[in-house]
């Protein structure tokens, strides 16, 4: 076997699935889908072929023929516990596509059912988030970025329900029994009160991009490429058309900034609170967290952030998650261009401040694993949800502002362009980015150290913080806080919730509990409705001991389930006393059936960890 990725059963050695034509028959009341894919290979191959699955229950394999023969297939008794269980398929000779029928677990890793008490809508939900390694629980795959796809699906869903996913919407229409190839029989597919959706992906996409969701779903237009949809009715939905009023604007400056944005559309879905994610960057459906809707526009970083995924992460991806880097910090870096040209210098100075920060935390994160702060780290084993960090994102950026600064701008942004238009609808590796690095900016690593910003554990003495004027005033004021000295609402007259969130990431962490209440009292930080500003004042409280801030932190435990939130907030409670221990405990389990799946195990792991 000839293992291309450490977080998946494929072989290097076979071709690879590079279409499935899926149909899902989606059971509210179980939480379950039953689903065929028609899987095409991108050669042909004869003999066994591995399949990455996880709590899939597969029922059949067939070939494509009609009649169709059966396929031996089986699948591996014990679960790895990052790789789930290999599907192993013995092929006739020259199959280049076969059937499989499945079903997915009510705990598939995937997905999150949500009953109608918990909608807006007051009707069930459903959403997929599939990063890193989480497209195996919904349908067999080879679950590595270094496989892209294209697709077709059917979704089979309730009439009163609505779906989008991360490909282009084909039509609504009343469903056919020769739709499923053997998800269901004939009778449920076509039952009265059922209706199907119909979606094609023409692009190839690595599958942790293969995205949907299905539930009470509106939507407003943005502009000629752009629209949002929402769960939640007409309020929401004005409320993200006005926070992302500026999105077609900002196409236009990353095409202009990236090149052609080669995926149609750019459309906007904001998810119920318990989205794990700030947001996931799918092609031609983002999906958000509610929270990023703070009614003063700074959401739209967020959004500028999976827009610059359309040409860093989604055009070109990392061949594995130890080259995840590549997918977040170039698209960090791009996401503070189009900041610049859209909201100012100093504006993205400050995205790049409260970064500075955030990777300064990371090193204190992982100081007794110090492998997690290289940039290529070492994966084999560990689960990339348990290291989802802020050094792939903002070392990135830093290695790729150095070289910046080392060539200039205009002679960067060339090769930002060239480096775009060579490696599009490709997954490659950090080697490969290298050599292209080396042929195009001769005698690079003449200038730059590259292999200590690459292979080397922590911040190398070349990155930089930086250089802004209301970054320096902002952290003098902060600085200022350890002797008593609150900033004056002068000081803060112009501040938003960015301001905010930069003047508590620099506060010392040892500090009085009546320093903060202080700062509480004067400007009602703990009431934020911005989470970024809330959350950074609560974790600050919590090790004071300031037990009135207790009950802020436990609504904000079950009101949103974004794990930058969740993360911290258990983290700081678990790392306290044995009262906080005991509160952080009672506040998971009550709160944990509302986490989608990847967020609850993220949590369990801290507390297990701080038990």
């Not at 989470?531 to 904000?556: D, H, M, R, S, W």
Request: glycine residues 6%; contains cysteine.
């Amino acid at each position: 076997m000839a293992p291309v990725d450490p977080h998946s059963y494929t072989d290097g050695a076979h071709p690879v699935v590079s279409h499935a034509a899926l149909a899902f028959y989606l059971d509210f009341a179980a939480s379950t889908i039953h689903a065929s894919a028609l899987l095409t290979l991108s050669a042909p191959h004869s003999g066994d072929l591995l399949l990455d699955t996880r709590a899939l229950a597969v029922h059949s394999a067939s070939t494509a023929a009609d009649p169709p023969d059966p396929i031996p297939f089986s699948l591996a008794a014990a679960p790895d516990p990052v790789l789930g269980s290999a599907l192993t398929l013995t092929l006739p000779p020259d199959t280049t596509s076969f059937r499989l029928t499945f079903s997915t677990s009510p705990a598939a890793s995937a997905l999150q059912w949500l009953a109608p008490p918990q909608t807006a809508s007051g009707h069930p939900f459903v959403f997929s988030q599939c990063q890193s390694i989480h497209a195996r629980s919904i349908f067999p795959c080879h679950d590595t970025p270094a496989a892209r796809i294209t697709f077709s699906l059917l979704l089979n869903v309730p009439s009163q329900l609505s779906a989008v996913a991360a490909a282009r919407h084909v039509a609504r229409r009343d469903p056919l029994p020769s739709d499923h190839r053997g998800a269901c029989d004939d009778e449920l597919w076509c039952a009265p009160g059922r209706i199907v959706e119909e979606f094609q992906m023409e692009q190839s996409v690595p599958p942790y991009l293969f995205a949907f969701a299905v539930g009470g779903i509106g939507f407003r237009d943005l502009g000629p490429r752009t629209r949002v949809y929402a769960e939640g009715g007409d309020k929401v939905l004005d409320e993200a058309a006005r926070e992302f009023a500026g999105v077609e604007e900002m196409v236009k400056v990353g095409e202009s900034l990236f090149g052609p944005y080669e995926w149609e559309r750019f459309d906007l879905l904001v998810l119920p609170p318990s989205f794990p994610y700030g947001g996931m960057e799918n092609p031609r459906m983002v999906f958000l967290t509610p929270t990023v809707i703070k009614g003063d526009a700074a959401g739209a970083q967020v959004v500028a952030h999976e827009l610059a995924h359309s040409w860093t992460g989604n055009l070109i991806t990392n061949k594995t998650n130890e080259d995840f880097w590549l997918n977040e910090g170039f698209t960090t870096y791009a996401e503070r261009r189009i900041v610049e040209v859209v909201q100012g210098e100093e504006r993205a100075a400050l995205n790049m401040g409260i970064g500075w920060r955030g990777l300064n935390r990371m090193m204190e994160r992982f100081k007794d694993n110090m492998e997690f702060t290289k940039l290529k780290p070492k994966m084999a084993g560990i689960d990339p949800d348990d290291v989802y960090s802020e050094v792939p994102y903002e070392k990135g950026f830093q290695f790729l502002w150095r070289i910046e600064r080392q060539i200039g701008r205009p002679a960067f942004d060339e090769f930002l362009k060239k480096y775009i238009a060579t490696f599009k609808f490709q997954s490659i590796d950090t080697e490969t980015f290298l050599e292209f690095l080396k042929k195009n900016v001769p005698g690079i690593e003449n200038q730059i150290d590259l292999q200590l910003w690459i292979e080397g554990t922590g911040i190398p003495p070349d990155a930089m913080e930086p250089d802004s004027a209301t970054y320096k005033k902002i952290c003098a004021l902060a600085a200022e806080f350890k002797s008593g000295k609150l900033p004056s609402e002068d000081e803060v007259a112009d501040w938003s919730g960015q301001e905010w969130e930069l003047y508590l990431e620099n506060l010392p962490t040892d500090v009085e509990a009546s320093q903060v209440t202080a700062l509480d009292e004067r400007y009602k930080l703990s009431e934020s409705r911005d989470y970024e500003v809330k959350v950074a004042f609560l974790q600050l409280a919590i090790p004071t001991g300031c037990k009135c801030y207790f009950n802020e932190v436990e609504k904000c435990l079950k009101q949103v389930g974004r794990m930058k939130y969740l993360r911290p907030l258990y983290s700081s409670l678990a790392k306290c006393s044995s009262e906080e221990k005991m509160l952080a405990q009672r506040i998971f389990s009550e709160a944990q059936e509302f986490y989608h799946p990847i967020a609850r195990s993220v949590a369990e792991a801290i507390l297990s960890k701080h038990s």
